[in-house]
T-cell receptor
Framework: DAGVTQSPTHLIKTRGQQVTLRCSPKSGHDTVSWYQQALGQGPQFIFQYYEEEERQRGNFPDRFSGHQFPNYSSELNVNALLLGDSALYLC??????????????FGAGSRLTVL | GEDVEQSLFLSVREGDSSVINCTYTDSSSTYLYWYKQEPGAGLQLLTYIFSNMDMKQDQRLTVLLNKKDKHLSLRIADTQTGDSAIYFCAERKGYGGSQGNLIFGKGTKLSVKP
């Protein structure tokens, strides 16, 4: 089982550019959540996708958008990049039908640097 | 203020016990989690506890929950140098798969000296 895989692992962009990050969930998982982890901080929830729809959203501007595909994989898009968008972006997958603890499995993340 | 608070640093000697503390503010939290993050890596789930439990033990890990004081702790017995990492406390509100939003603390950096 490959677990959650994310790409790319590292990337550098300049202010104003756009970026797309990709995530493949763990086998058997159908729900994908995205988190932003700034340096020295805990992860912050961006949004969650299930059945190709955004189900929940954290306190992030509309510049952050996403997509989920029929195979459950997901993309995170960030437009008009700001210096403050520099962070580790973590993807986490889970199973919607799991009640209870609904444990999230995290990927290793994509580290975005905005210059 | 922060929903979840943790002390930022903890240093222990190899073989000692480590205790990492966390406080949270929302009494409606249903589950509380401990995650471990090693340098350059994602988050690894260590353990979790349901809010109606007081304690959970899993090998070297013991989680204590004081719901009245909204205090959670993680004890690592016989701490090893491989335990050096950042430990995150997280709370989750609500039930079911749709409630995937975890609220994390800033993390406690554990340093284990040989």
């Amino acid at each position: 089982d490959a677990g959650v895989t994310q790409s790319p692992t590292h990337l550098i962009k300049t202010r104003g550019q756009q970026v797309t990050l990709r995530c493949s969930p763990k086998s058997g998982h159908d729900t994908v959540s995205w988190y932003q982890q700034a340096l020295g901080q805990g992860p912050q929830f961006i949004f969650q996708y299930y059945e190709e729809e955004e189900r929940q959203r954290g306190n992030f501007p509309d510049r952050f958008s996403g997509h989920q595909f029929p195979n459950y994989s997901s993309e995170l898009n960030v437009n008009a990049l700001l210096l403050g968008d520099s962070a580790l972006y973590l993807c986490a997958s889970s199973r919607q039908e799991d009640s209870g603890a609904n444990v999230l499995t995290f990927g290793a993340g994509s580290r975005l640097t905005v210059l | 203020g922060e929903d979840v608070e943790q002390s930022l640093f903890l240093s222990v000697r190899e073989g000692d016990s480590s205790v990492i503390n966390c406080t949270y503010t929302d009494s409606s939290s249903t589950y509380l989690y401990w995650y471990k993050q090693e340098p350059g890596a994602g988050l690894q789930l260590l353990t979790y506890i349901f809010s109606n439990m007081d304690m959970k033990q899993d090998q070297r890990l013991t989680v204590l929950l004081n719901k009245k004081d909204k205090h959670l702790s993680l004890r690592i017995a016989d701490t090893q140098t491989g335990d050096s990492a950042i430990y995150f406390c997280a709370e989750r509100k609500g039930y079911g798969g749709s409630q995937g939003n975890l609220i994390f603390g800033k993390g406690t950096k554990l340093s284990v000296k040989p």
